[in-house]
C-alpha cells in the first residue's frame, strides 16, 4: 500500500493500536495524517493524578501533602470545560474523587518502588514498541487508571462468555481485555530483571480500588499475537472508517481528534 513507508517506520505503542481498534479513521488523522491533537478534559485530569502520584513516588511529595498539590494545580492542569450531563456536574464529581482520593491515601501498602515512569523501548514479534511503566515493584507492574469502573460483578449468565474473563486476587471478575497493556509490559519488565512479574495491578483513582491479577502465560502470549495481529489490520487495512463501536459521546468529548473529524459536532470543517 501507498501508506506503508510511513507505518514501516512507527515506533509502536499499546495506545497507538488500542486507537485503531476504537476508531480507524482517528487512528489515520493521528498517526498517518499527523493532523493536529487536542486534549480534552479527561486527559488532563488523568495527566494531574498521575503527576501527584508520580512525585509522590519519587519522594518529592510526602503523603500529607497530595492534597493540597492537587487542590492547587487542578485548575493549572484541567484547563476544558466537562461535558453537560442532565444528572450531575461532572467536573464537580471528578474534582471530588481526585480530593476524596488524596485526602485518604496511604501510600502504597510498603511497596518497595524500583522505578516509577520509565519509559523502556522493546519488541514484540519483529516490530519496535515503546512503553511507559507507572510503578515498577520487585515482583509487580502498577499502572494508574482514571477510569471508572469496569466488569467487576461476579460471573452470571447474563455475562458474555466465562472465557473472557479472569479472577482477581480478591475474588471479583474482570474482562481479560483490561490487562492486554500490561501483559505488554512485561517484555522490558523482563528484560530489565530477568523474570516476568508475578502480579499485574491497576490503581483505579477515582474510585480508591484495585485491581490485581497472577501473571498468566496464556494471556501473555495473547496479548503479544493481538498487538501482531492489529499491526498486520492496520497495514491491510484499505480504508480508515469510524470504528463500529464509536459512541457519539466519545466522538464529541473524548477523540484527540475531534476537530479534524466530520462526526463530530467540534468538527471545524478544514481537513477531510
Same mark, same amino acid.
Given at each position: 500500500?501507498?501508506?506503508?513507508?510511513?507505518?514501516?517506520?512507527?515506533?509502536?505503542?499499546?495506545?497507538?493500536?488500542?486507537?485503531?481498534?476504537?476508531?480507524?479513521?482517528?487512528?489515520?488523522?493521528?498517526?498517518? !495524517?499527523?493532523? *493536529?491533537?487536542?486534549?480534552?478534559?479527561?486527559?488532563?485530569? &488523568?495527566?494531574? /493524578? @498521575?503527576?501527584?502520584?508520580? =512525585?509522590?513516588?519519587?519522594?518529592?511529595?510526602?503523603?500529607?501533602?497530595?492534597?493540597?498539590?492537587?487542590?492547587?494545580?487542578?485548575?493549572?492542569?484541567?484547563?476544558?470545560?466537562?461535558?453537560?450531563?442532565?444528572?450531575?456536574?461532572?467536573?464537580?464529581?471528578?474534582?471530588?474523587?481526585?480530593?476524596?482520593?488524596?485526602?485518604?491515601?496511604?501510600?502504597?501498602?510498603?511497596?518497595?518502588?524500583?522505578?516509577?515512569?520509565?519509559?523502556?523501548?522493546?519488541?514484540?514479534?519483529?516490530?519496535?514498541?515503546?512503553?511507559?511503566?507507572?510503578?515498577?515493584?520487585?515482583?509487580?507492574?502498577?499502572?494508574?487508571?482514571?477510569?471508572?469502573?469496569?466488569?467487576?460483578?461476579?460471573?452470571?449468565? !447474563?455475562?458474555? *462468555?466465562?472465557?473472557?474473563?479472569?479472577?482477581?486476587?480478591? &475474588?471479583?471478575? /474482570? @474482562?481479560?481485555?483490561?490487562? =492486554?497493556?500490561?501483559?505488554?509490559?512485561?517484555?522490558?519488565?523482563?528484560?530489565?530483571?530477568?523474570?516476568?512479574?508475578?502480579?499485574?495491578?491497576?490503581?483505579?483513582?477515582?474510585?480508591?480500588?484495585?485491581?490485581?491479577?497472577?501473571?498468566?502465560?496464556?494471556?501473555?502470549?495473547?496479548?503479544?499475537?493481538?498487538?501482531?495481529?492489529?499491526?498486520?489490520?492496520?497495514?491491510?487495512?484499505?480504508?480508515?472508517?469510524?470504528?463500529?463501536?464509536?459512541?457519539?459521546?466519545?466522538?464529541?468529548?473524548?477523540?484527540?481528534?475531534?476537530?479534524?473529524?466530520?462526526?463530530?459536532?467540534?468538527?471545524?470543517?478544514?481537513?477531510?
Amino acid at each position: 500500500m501507498v501508506m506503508d513507508f510511513i507505518i514501516d517506520d512507527f515506533l509502536w505503542s499499546f495506545s497507538k493500536i488500542d486507537t485503531f481498534q476504537r476508531c480507524p479513521l482517528c487512528f489515520y488523522f493521528q498517526y498517518i !495524517k499527523c493532523f *493536529p491533537s487536542i486534549e480534552g478534559c479527561f486527559g488532563q485530569y &488523568g495527566s494531574l /493524578i @498521575h503527576d501527584c502520584l508520580e =512525585k509522590y513516588a519519587l519522594g518529592e511529595l510526602a503523603e500529607y501533602e497530595l492534597l493540597s498539590y492537587y487542590k492547587d494545580n487542578y485548575n493549572k492542569f484541567v484547563t476544558e470545560s466537562f461535558p453537560p450531563n442532565a444528572y450531575v456536574d461532572l467536573g464537580e464529581k471528578y474534582y471530588n474523587q481526585g480530593y476524596d482520593y488524596f485526602e485518604s491515601f496511604d501510600g502504597y501498602d510498603d511497596r518497595k518502588i524500583l522505578a516509577v515512569e520509565q519509559e523502556y523501548k522493546f519488541k514484540i514479534g519483529d516490530y519496535n514498541f515503546t512503553g511507559v511503566i507507572d510503578l515498577e515493584c520487585p515482583n509487580e507492574i502498577i499502572d494508574t487508571k482514571t477510569k471508572a469502573e469496569q466488569h467487576l460483578t461476579r460471573l452470571t449468565k !447474563k455475562h458474555e *462468555p466465562k472465557e473472557n474473563y479472569i479472577q482477581m486476587l480478591d &475474588g471479583r471478575y /474482570i @474482562h481479560k481485555d483490561n490487562w =492486554k497493556q500490561l501483559y505488554m509490559y512485561s517484555i522490558p519488565f523482563k528484560n530489565k530483571y530477568g523474570k516476568y512479574p508475578n502480579l499485574l495491578s491497576l490503581n483505579m483513582a477515582r474510585v480508591k480500588d484495585w485491581y490485581t491479577v497472577k501473571f498468566d502465560e496464556k494471556l501473555f502470549k495473547e496479548a503479544e499475537q493481538w498487538a501482531i495481529n492489529k499491526i498486520t489490520e492496520i497495514y491491510n487495512c484499505e480504508k480508515f472508517i469510524r470504528g463500529n463501536d464509536t459512541s457519539d459521546f466519545w466522538c464529541e468529548f473524548v477523540c484527540s481528534q475531534r476537530l479534524n473529524c466530520k462526526y463530530s459536532n467540534s468538527y471545524l470543517g478544514v481537513v477531510e
